[in-house]
């Protein structure tokens, strides 16, 4: 397992898998390791995924700080990464809350990427928050699923603080609750750091201003990957994130939800391996 150091000494490590040029992987969560990313639906075959435990999940180290959890004081980690690998530019790929931590990389470091993709990215630095209502909503849609009657007031309870997050509320999150779904949801809780989690967004990491004044001058293209099932980001919000980008390319999955290789791992691996070779 190769590992690196961060600019204040913590030891990060990452997981190489796949063939091809390499792609920096950053994982969601908030803060979760990068193991429940799996070969994001075989994409492994046309790129080398280079899989980023975050400082405090996986098999990265616990930082001396815990201040550094921040996205923003993350932001770092990433660049380390890079020269660590001895890249000059990098293609990015990040996921879900990690989109966060991307968007603020690309908007520090502009000419260091190359490429760079958002799958289903909840977009908080941008000053894009996933409301309550908007995930509802978007929940509603499922009613005819057999599991809705059980999953909703789970669901409702938690995103209106009337109710704590637990594995009832998980069949949203999946655009099929089959066993795959199920095996991927029981992986999840000895995958997180919570503790970092609650830091991760927390205040000050997000400068929405700034951010998106960055932004409009960022010439690499951007691939924004929404599920059409998910409940956050949904589609629409997605698209308002991608109307940022000067150069965006705006992908709905059909029947996709919030981890979309899952659902269908070849559509997914063939988006985005045509966005990342320039098709």
């Known amino acids: 397992m190769p590992t690196f150091t961060a600019?204040?000494?913590?030891e990060l490590a990452y997981h190489l898998c796949g063939e091809g040029d390499p792609?920096?992987?950053?994982p969601g969560g908030a803060m979760r390791a990068s193991a429940y990313l799996g070969d994001l639906g075989?994409?492994?075959?046309?790129?080398?995924l280079v899989l980023l435990d975050l400082r405090g999940t996986g098999d990265s180290a616990i930082p001396v700080d815990p201040a550094t959890y921040r996205c923003d004081r993350q932001v770092d980690d990433v660049e380390a990464l890079r020269a660590h690998l001895g890249l000059d530019r990098v293609d990015l790929l990040a996921h879900s809350a990690g989109g966060n931590l991307a968007t603020l990389y690309a908007a520090r470091y502009p000419e260091r990427v190359s490429r760079l993709a958002l799958i289903t990215a909840t977009p908080w630095a941008v000053g894009l928050p996933v409301t309550a209502e908007d995930r509802l909503t978007a929940a509603r849609l499922r009613e005819g699923e057999s599991w809705f009657a059980d999953a909703y007031p789970a669901f409702e309870a938690a995103w209106t603080g009337?109710?704590?997050f637990d594995d009832a509320m998980m069949p949203f999150f999946y655009g099929r609750w089959d066993a795959t779904a199920r095996a991927h949801t029981a992986a999840e809780e000895q995958q997180t750091n919570d503790d970092a989690a609650a830091v991760y967004g927390s205040a000050g990491a997000y400068d929405p201003p700034?951010?998106?004044a960055a932004l409009a001058e960022l010439s690499a293209p951007v691939l924004v990957y929404a599920g059409e099932l998910d409940t956050g980001p949904t589609p629409d919000l997605a698209r308002?994130?991608?109307?940022l980008f000067p150069d965006a390319r705006f992908v709905v999955q059909p029947g996709g939800g919030h981890?979309?290789?899952?659902?269908?791992?070849k559509g997914f691996a063939e988006r985005v391996?045509?966005?990342l070779s320039g098709r």
């Open 7 to 10: 600019p204040d000494g913590t």
């Open 23 to 26: 792609l920096i992987v950053l």
């Open 42 to 48: 075989g994409l492994t075959a046309h790129r080398r």
């Open 162 to 164: 009337r109710g704590p």
């Open 210 to 212: 700034a951010t998106r």
């Open 240 to 243: 308002r994130a991608a109307g």
């Open 259 to 265: 981890f979309p290789w899952l659902d269908d791992p």
């Open 273 to 275: 391996t045509a966005f």
